[in-house]
């Protein structure tokens, strides 16, 4: 069965950076798109970044861009959320998610705070 699994999270200060890592199975990973989402506490889960199969065709929600960058590696079917400049609006559990399967995986929590 379909399979995500995040990694990466933990507690970093205002403008540190983390890495998010996505490893997909019981899928042709490539494809498929992938994209990350978040929820913040009282808040609904947005969509933070999408990326094609391909790699192609990238696009992120306002609030992140120049900040946040997503890629993918079809070989080691993981998709990575590399997160700069962090700020502490960005506290939030993170998903993966592929879209056609309607899968999340369980999440990892990413805390900003000084």
């Known amino acids: 069965q379909v399979q995500l699994v995040e990694s990466g999270g933990g507690l970093v200060q205002p403008g540190g950076s983390l890495r998010l890592s996505c490893a997909a199975s019981?899928?042709?990973?490539?494809?498929?798109?992938m994209s990350w989402y978040r929820q913040a506490p009282g808040k609904e889960r947005e969509l933070v970044a999408i990326?094609?199969?391909?790699?192609?065709?990238?696009n992120y929600v306002d609030s992140v861009k120049g900040r946040f960058t997503i890629s993918r590696d079809n070989v080691k079917r993981t998709v990575y959320l590399q997160m700069n400049s962090l700020k502490p609006e960005d506290t939030a559990v993170y998903y993966c998610?592929?879209?056609?399967?309607?899968?999340w995986g369980q999440g990892t929590q990413v805390t900003v705070s000084s």
């Open positions: 998610y592929v879209g056609y399967f309607h899968s």
């Open positions: 019981g899928f042709i990973f490539s494809m498929y798109d």
């Open positions: 990326i094609t199969r391909s790699g192609g065709t990238i």
